[in-house]
């Protein structure tokens, strides 16, 4: 079937410019993650949604990142304003959120390099 | 502070022998652990989950301890190849449904 989706794959930016990277996750997985990983680096968390609770937005690094999830299937990071120090991948990924077995499925991840 | 390290940034070994890669922690309480595999320019795939109630866990050559009081997990792969190849993650999960990642360990598998 298929997996998580992203896109686009790579974009490329000039500072200052807002960017929205988009999330199609699997059908039917009620958990909706936002990741960065900068180069080198392990992958820090962004922000969570489940379901059609708030989201936890504990991991935004600042007031220029914001997501949406909308009906509760595909999701949208937005950065406004970016800076160089944005660029990195940025991954999503999905989970069933069965309090079982918490695996995420990951989609490739967008590169965003800017300017 | 919370931190999640893994033994090394780059582990080198034989083929055909074992690999075990470490990811210590301090500061967190987790539910779970899982380890994921990461190969250039693709998403990390899940391999192995383990709950806190579980000393290891096997999955084909796949091994995984789980030491709470040490606040430890290893990761083993056995007869090792080429193909095991890749950066490999471990994501500690705790009540919430958040994963906490480590830095991860690159493997190379040298034929």
């Known amino acids: 079937g298929a997996g998580v989706s992203q896109s686009p794959s790579n974009k490329v930016t000039e500072k200052g410019k807002d960017v929205e990277l988009r999330c199609d996750p699997i059908s039917g997985h009620t958990a909706l993650y936002w990741y960065r990983q900068s180069l080198g680096q392990g992958l820090e968390f962004l922000i969570y949604?489940?379901?059609?609770?708030?989201?936890?937005k504990s991991g935004l690094p600042s007031d220029r990142f914001s997501a949406e999830r909308t009906g509760g299937s595909v999701s949208t990071l937005t950065i406004q304003r970016t800076q160089q120090e944005d660029s990195a991948v940025y991954l999503c990924?999905?989970?069933?959120?069965?309090?079982?077995?918490?695996?995420?499925?990951f989609g490739p991840g967008t590169r965003l390099t800017v300017l | 502070s919370q931190k999640i390290e893994q033994n090394s940034e780059a582990l080198n070994i034989q083929e055909g022998k074992t690999a075990t890669l470490t990811c210590n922690y301090t500061?967190?309480?987790?539910?779970?652990l899982q380890w994921y595999r990461q190969d250039p320019g693709r998403g990390p795939v899940f391999l192995l989950l383990i709950r806190e109630n579980e000393k290891e866990k096997r999955k084909e050559r796949l091994k995984v301890t789980f030491d709470t009081t040490l606040k430890q997990s290893l990761f083993h792969i056995t007869a090792s190849q080429p193909a095991d190849s890749a950066t490999y993650l471990c994501a500690l999960q705790t009540g919430a449904n958040n994963l906490f990642f480590g830095t991860g360990t690159r493997l190379t598998v040298i034929p």
């Open positions: 990924a999905s989970s069933p959120n069965n309090r079982q077995n918490n695996e995420q499925f």
């Open positions: 500061n967190y309480s987790p539910a779970y």
């Open positions: 949604f489940q379901g059609n609770s708030a989201p936890d």
